[in-house]
């Protein structure tokens, strides 16, 4: 049975940018480390979106904004994002990266094969896939299980699910330089609804139907509203050229509590999209360099996580969204429609002090937070 320092249960996005901030520390090239996923990761799978100011991934980010439209029934808002830009990254140039750079390093192995089972026996840890079994140190798994948030009702889980089209219009009819971070112009029918448009050129854009809600949707009902929204847009001819789909888990569920001293839940599988957007690229970078600061102490990972002020916020936002979901689109209206939106991204970074926190929370629908709050209390 071969024996590794640390084992990867899926190398997705967590895995792959823990294990990147491992080669870049330069402080386990003499470790053996094992990635194992059944998914090859050779394809774009999913892309990625966030605010930044810091140059990060700049290398391989496809597209920026530093404008972006927020619109409802009510009102279109321009938001300057100065000093933030909008980056995306399209995971196959993400893929390319990390395997490009994994591929320089001997003390690292990748197996194709889906993990079965894993486990902490003592002072190492089994894992065991359809095919083999390996012993290690450490295991980071980010292999994501619902049911523990669902076999409970204490905090609830709301689902940011969607479907996307990369669409080629005849017609130029989006604005090269301004993304459209939120339109909740489209039919709520008593859920938090809004498109999502990443124009790439004037008639080049993806466009994303997302839902913030307990249940998801038919695909069919995804695909009509895009079909229906693409009709708004003015365009008459189009080709579809890449689809995508995800459902991220909102919720503020203590996956901590399952970790050990020598297995870490981490990406999904550890809570690592911020509960109250879903953002995932960004809070997964942090995460990491946190993690890999963290395996330098030598401490068990039991100790790895510690509850902050922001867990608080957002456990009342998906509280509200999970018990009155129609409300979504007034909380996001209310913070938005201002032109502090650098504010609010330093907010949702978790980055802001006390007296900035309470100018954001002064934004929004004051009645709803503070039931949500006096129900958590009593």
Known sequence: MNHYHYIFTGNGLSALLTLFEMIQSGRFSDKKILLIDSDSKNKNDRTWCFWDTKNLFDEISAKKWQLAWFKNKDFTNQLNLNPYEYKMIRSADFYKLIFDEIAKHTNIDMFQDEVVDFSELGNHCVVKTKTKSFT???????????????????????????????????????????????????????????????PTSSTEALLEYTLFSKDLLSKEEYEREIEDYIKKLGITEYEIVEKEQGNIPMTCFPFWKNNSKNIINIGSAGGWSKASTGYTFKNSVKKSKELVRFLKTGKDFTKFHKINKFWCYDLLLIDILYQT???????????????????????????????????????CPKGLFIKALLKRIF
């Open 136 to 198: 290690c140190n450490k295991v980071f798994n980010s292999i994501y299980n619902p049911e523990l948030v669902k076999s409970q009702k204490k905090i609830p889980l709301v689902q940011q699910h969607f479907i996307g089209w990369f669409i080629k219009s005849k017609e130029a009819v989006f604005t090269e330089n301004c993304t459209t971070f939120m339109d909740f112009s489209v039919e709520q029918k008593g859920n938090t609804r809004f498109m999502y448009v990443l």
């Open 325 to 363: 979901n129609q409300h979504g689109s007034a909380i996001f209206s209310s913070m938005f429609k201002t032109e502090k939106a650098p504010l609010i991204f330093k907010f949702l970074d978790e980055e802001t002090s006390f007296w900035e926190d309470l100018k954001v929370i002064w934004m």
